[in-house]
């Protein structure tokens, strides 16, 4: 059962343009929500993270909208950049439930030139 | 920079060939660190958490036989893939929080790609 969905296997985008990454939970006991960028051959790393109190958090060319009635967030990207290129994972926590991530699969974002 | 490590990067094997793999954090001392396995095109799956001191809460489905994990000190956790075999190839890493507080970003190291032969 998959909590968490990425149901946009790829993307592509022109740089400069605006980048726009989908994703969907399935349990409302969800709480906090982050975004993780992911390189061949390493780990995921940070990149931002929204409370369920909020519908909004931006951080630079980064910001994460959060639409709980509809269980769906969105990474934004803007300008969208060649080094953005990556796959970009959403997780799920659950307040309590010991700090454990819950991913999505995963979107592989193409920044073209 | 990188703040947590994980050792080796890549494993081939042959088949029964017990592996283990190491996760430290740098730098930062981790009560608790999270183990996770990614097969193609899918998302990271939590097998496990790892506490200093203590057993380790395996995932509904983990044979915890199996994947033996040891969190020995603040610094470092272990998982040891027991007589491996082909279906346990993978890709499994590790991470951690720096803060012991509640929805801390965790840290990922570089993960370790695991290929039984």
């Known amino acids: 059962d998959q909590q968490v969905k990425q149901n946009s296997p790829s993307l592509s985008v022109q740089e400069g343009r605006i980048s726009i990454l989908n994703c969907d939970y399935t349990?409302?006991?969800?709480?906090?929500f982050l975004w993780y960028k992911k390189y061949p051959a390493e780990g995921p790393t940070f990149l931002i993270s929204i409370s369920s109190i909020k519908d909004k958090n931006e951080d630079g060319r980064f910001t994460v909208f959060l639409n709980k009635s509809a269980k769906h967030l969105s990474l934004h990207i803007v300008p969208s950049q060649p080094g953005d290129s990556a796959v970009y994972f959403c997780?799920?926590?659950?307040?309590?439930?010991?700090?454990?991530?819950?991913f999505g699969t995963g979107t592989q974002l193409k920044v073209e030139l | 920079g990188a703040v947590v490590s994980q050792h080796p990067s890549r494993v081939i094997c042959k088949s029964g060939t017990s592996v283990k793999i190491e996760c430290r954090s740098l730098d930062f001392q981790a009560t608790t660190m999270f183990w996770y396995r990614q097969f193609p095109k899918q998302s990271l799956m939590l097998m496990a958490t790892s506490n200093e001191g203590s057993k380790a809460t395996y995932e509904q489905g983990v044979e915890k036989d199996k994947f033996l994990i040891n969190h020995a000190s603040l610094t470092l956790s272990t998982l040891t893939v027991t007589s491996a075999h082909p279906e346990d190839s993978s890709f499994y890493i590790c991470?951690?929080?720096?803060?012991?507080?509640?929805?801390?970003?965790?840290?990922f190291g570089d993960g370790t790609r695991l290929s039984i032969l």
């Open positions: 991470s951690a929080s720096l803060d012991r507080g509640p929805n801390q970003p965790q840290h």
């Open positions: 997780a799920a926590i659950l307040t309590g439930g010991g700090n454990k991530l819950t």
């Open positions: 349990n409302s006991m969800f709480d906090y």
